[in-house]
């Protein structure tokens, strides 16, 4: 079977769902792309401009009433701790200034892996691990429900 999906729906866990994508983080920003589900079904997405997609949204296909759940998929990811908050704010500052995309947790601080802001970070005395988890960054503080 093949899934053209074209509206998104807020999360909803009680919804009843006929599949579930997982997707990578820069997946989930794309309005257009192509994927192919574990047991060989092609879903499309058609979304429109500028769609970020969040862990547990749902999507639908014109006209029909099933539903797709999106999950943030494990990807590679360097994972930022402290043991202190002041020495984590400042990782959080400073990757801040670089613009990257961050993923900002009660007690960590998640990116993309990249060798020198790790190097970095290490100097600013954090710990920094490499593992491969689902990545969920800030969509950004001017963003309305969650489209660019």
């Known amino acids: ?15 009843l769902v006929a599949l579930q994508l997982a997707l990578t983080a820069e997946e989930r920003r794309r309005s257009r792309l192509q994927a192919t589900t574990p047991d060989g079904q092609t879903v499309k997405l058609q979304l429109p401009r500028g769609t970020v997609l969040l862990n547990g949204d749902l999507l639908t ?8 759940r999106i999950v943030a998929g494990p990807e590679p990811v360097l994972t930022v701790r402290a043991d ?29 892996p990249d060798p020198v802001l790790a190097h970095m970070l290490e100097h600013l005395g954090v710990t920094v691990v490499a593992e491969t988890t689902p990545f969920e960054p800030e969509v950004g503080a001017y963003q309305h429900e969650h489209s660019l």
């Not at 296909?61 to 797709?68: F, I, K, L, N, Q």
């Open 1 to 15: 079977m093949e899934w053209t999906l074209t509206e998104r729906h807020p999360a909803n866990p009680d919804a």
């Open 84 to 112: 202190n908050p002041h020495n984590l704010l400042k990782a959080a500052y400073h990757l801040g200034n670089r613009h990257i995309a961050l993923e900002v947790g009660h007690d960590y601080l998640r990116l993309t």
């Open 61 to 68: 296909a014109d006209g029909t009433t099933d539903r797709v």
